[in-house]
């Protein structure tokens, strides 16, 4: 019943928004504009009810185990009445009070059978790692099709991966989960178990993990990030390709050449010329550059400047650097933070990164 109610008012009202938002003005349907207010508040007012009602909820209106529904099939409810409550809300205007959303816990995927122990069907790695397969990748969806397939592209360490994910503690109790918003992370920017795993999985794949506590949050006291052995279900949906950053990110190589300022540098290809540019050239250059903690800053391959004026370069570091190399010259800089955004969060403007940046140049051509 509750899902044909919410349902209901989402096509009703939620629906009926976004097709007028969608199409011009003159081509919009048109609609009375207060005909609906009663039927919608007395609609709101049922699923308000609902929502924070839960034991109502549970025993009178929802058959037995229908909370106990697929992820996926929890996804599309947990959408639905998000948005739906959410459109209720904005046309009730509620107080500060009930601005801060809509408590919907109830939703929340139970944990599941085996969270206390890992079972014998799983498969345990050498780390200590534990998983098991809930759900075949897209490439891979036919049992006569190998998961070794060449077709299941996987992430590596250093790329992006959008995922959908629940955790829980061994007694059940769910401490973290992405519930209808899914997640951007970098692979090796997460916790020990998830860098591990994610990359055992490829799109469409839904997996369980059993991560002991030396791979998760270790003996840690804040109550968002528990201690002891943690279960995940991680559901991964797209791989964002990023460039494969330097080793060495926290420090310059023993190797690297210094300039006076602090900037260090190694020539990767020598060039092809014979000019470099001076404050005043138009230049054409192909960079990646990171953070020290393996983020990536600026980077060509993903819509950054190529052609610019060499003074107008942000970055003391980069111009310094720019103008020892020749045309057709790939190196490799080290710019200490005194020379980039600032040593430390204080010094850096909002959003940029403080301390030490590394970028690869190719300085492909000096147009002037």
């Known amino acids: 019943y509750l899902l044909l109610l919410v349902r209901f008012v989402w096509l009703r009202f939620g629906g009926i928004r976004l097709l007028e938002q969608s199409l011009p003005e003159q081509m919009a349907p048109r609609r ?40 996926r099939s929890r996804r599309w409810l947990v959408n639905t009445a998000g948005a739906t409550l959410g459109s209720v809300a904005q046309n009730l205007q509620p107080s500060p009070a009930n601005a801060i959303g809509f408590d919907l816990s109830f939703l929340d995927p139970k944990a599941p059978p085996d969270v206390a122990k890992v079972p014998a069907d799983a498969e345990v790695l050498p780390s200590g790692l534990a998983t098991k397969l809930l759900l075949r990748p897209t490439c891979a969806l036919s049992k006569s099709k190998p998961l070794t397939s060449p077709d299941c592209d996987r992430p590596q360490y250093f790329d992006k991966v959008l995922i959908d994910y629940s955790g829980w503690t061994p007694d059940g109790k769910m401490f973290d989960s992405s519930r209808n918003e899914k997640r951007l992370v970098r692979v090796n920017s997460v916790m020990k178990g998830w860098t591990e795993g994610l990359p055992l999985m490829a799109p469409g794949e839904t997996r369980r993990f ?159």
Not at 52 to 58: A, Q
Not at 283 to 290: D, E, K, V
């Open 32 to 71: 009375p504009r207060h005909s609906g207010n009663l039927l919608l508040a007395a609609l709101a007012a049922v699923v308000v009810k609902l929502v924070f009602d839960r034991s109502s909820l549970e025993q009178a209106w929802l058959p037995s185990g229908a909370l106990d529904c697929k992820s």
């Open 210 to 368: 059993w991560i002991p506590p030396e791979l998760a949050f270790g003996n840690s006291t804040d109550p968002n990030k528990p201690s002891g052995p943690l279960v995940f279900d991680v559901e991964l949906f797209g791989i964002e390709r990023q460039p494969r950053p330097p080793i060495e990110l926290d420090a310059p190589p023993q190797d690297a050449v210094f300039t006076v300022s602090g900037l260090a540098y190694k020539k990767i290809k020598p060039g092809t010329g014979s000019r470099s540019p001076v404050p005043e050239s138009n230049i054409t250059a192909l960079y990646n550059g990171w953070s020290s903690n393996g983020d990536l800053v600026l980077s060509t391959s993903f819509g950054a400047q190529k052609t610019f004026l060499l003074k107008e370069v942000p970055i003391q570091g980069l111009a310094e650097g720019l103008q020892l190399m020749v045309e057709g010259e790939t190196r490799r800089f080290w710019i200490p933070g005194k020379l980039a955004f600032g040593e430390t969060k204080n010094d850096a403007r909002s959003g940029l990164p403080p301390g030490l940046l590394v970028f690869d140049m190719r300085l492909e051509s000096i147009n002037s």
